[in-house]
């Protein structure tokens, strides 16, 4: 602890949080101390200590149908990419790195599409990538990327024949680094690299969609989707287009900085100016935080508004399972217990927490 404690220090000193540099130290910008997190003053943030695990403990592989692949291969790829996804395509040329998170954003700075990059390597060399996102915009993306790709020597298609699990270990303690479990056929596995977004994600595997995955990943079991959905609705992660909803998320808010998922110094993309504009200022007074509710609300509706016991505005839910979800919350009322009313005028209570995978040196009380 003694060690990382110094390295820690050294690397969120002179007002930088330190949030991507547990990867990509070096080639991002760091976050200063007041961008967005001020708000987060007298908050109480979970703490935990980030030992090295070297065992695993069970794996449990889940199925994910709601997310799909597409390959973008050819010459261009690197920089067709570069100019529409927030983070840096040269990044996946670095020694080591194989997989990164970035939104796609309209015009006007709001997220289009959160995805995945992933190192393709063929035997012809070709450079390429695999592009998961929600398979529910998949059709969306495509028109996106067709769009853009003018005379881009690059081919986009679909991947049907291709499945995405997430792999989590279920040792109790969140936020312990865990070594990457070795694969007992390798050769299966088109993919299998740390999930990008934060390491209480797990793993991503792709495969054929024949393959079972216990003849991947050893000492496995399947899980169920809805179960990996409430591990990420209980550690406060977005995923998909319910939790951020095309043309109305905003990067920022959506904590993509602490997902790793942006670049401040890679140069213009389509979204950038308001983006890059928010991030100096410092100003982010709505964030994407985790909420438990005291009770299961069924056919919520879409963006219901949130109170505080007064009556004030305090933001939107967004999305959930169960009692668990996200919502995107006004930072002068996290620390309130709020109030949302579905539809039968039956009021909900609404606690909000602040995820451990944030960065550590946020200000608490």
């Not at 070709?126 to 996106?144: A, M, P, Q, W, Y």
């Not at 050893?218 to 409430?230: A, C, F, I, Q």
């Not at 904590?255 to 998922?261: A, E, F, I, R």
Request: hydrophobic letters at 35%; glycine letters at 8%; one cysteine or more.
């Amino acid at each position: 602890m003694g060690l990382w404690g110094v390295a820690r220090k050294a690397l969120t000193s002179g007002g930088c949080l330190g949030v991507c540099a547990r990867r990509y130290t070096g080639r991002y910008l760091c976050v200063t101390s007041n961008s967005g997190v001020s708000a987060l003053t007298g908050l109480s943030v979970k703490r935990y200590s980030q030992e090295t695990v070297n065992v695993p403990g069970r794996l449990v592989c889940y199925p994910l149908p709601h997310r799909t692949l597409l390959k973008i291969r050819g010459e261009d790829t690197i920089p067709f990419l570069q100019g529409i996804i927030t983070n840096d395509m040269n990044l996946l040329e670095e020694p080591g790195c194989r997989a990164l998170y970035s939104h796609m954003l309209n015009v006007q700075g709001r997220t289009l599409y959160d995805i995945m990059l992933y190192s393709l390597i063929e035997a012809d060399a070709v450079c390429g990538v695999f592009l998961e996102c929600d398979s529910t915009v998949k059709n969306s993306i495509l028109r996106h990327l067709k769009v853009y790709k003018i005379r881009r020597k690059v081919d986009i298609s679909p991947s049907p024949e291709l499945s995405v699990w997430a792999v989590l270990s279920q040792r109790g303690n969140s936020g312990q680094q865990v070594d990457k479990p070795q694969l007992c056929s390798p050769e299966k596995a088109l993919v299998w690299e740390a999930d990008p977004r934060t390491q209480d994600m797990g793993w991503r595997l792709v495969m054929d969609s024949q393959v079972d995955p216990s003849d991947v990943v050893p000492s496995s079991e399947k899980g169920d989707t809805e179960e990996y959905h409430r591990h990420r609705y209980a550690i406060g992660l977005p995923e998909g287009v319910k939790d951020l909803p095309p043309g109305v998320a905003l990067p920022l808010e959506s904590n993509l900085v602490y997902m790793q998922g942006i670049s401040f110094s890679k140069g213009c993309y389509i979204g950038q100016e308001l983006t890059a504009r928010t991030h100096h200022t410092g100003v982010i007074r709505k964030r994407l935080m985790p909420v438990r509710l005291s009770a299961p609300i069924q056919d919520l509706e879409e963006g219901a508004a949130l109170q505080t016991q007064s009556g004030k505005p305090a933001g939107k839910h967004r999305a959930g399972v169960g009692e668990l979800g996200l919502s995107l919350i006004r930072m002068a009322h996290a620390k309130e217990v709020l109030t949302l009313k579905p539809s039968d005028d039956t009021a909900v209570t609404l606690e909000v927490s602040v995820p451990n995978w944030w960065p550590k040196d946020v200000p608490s009380n």
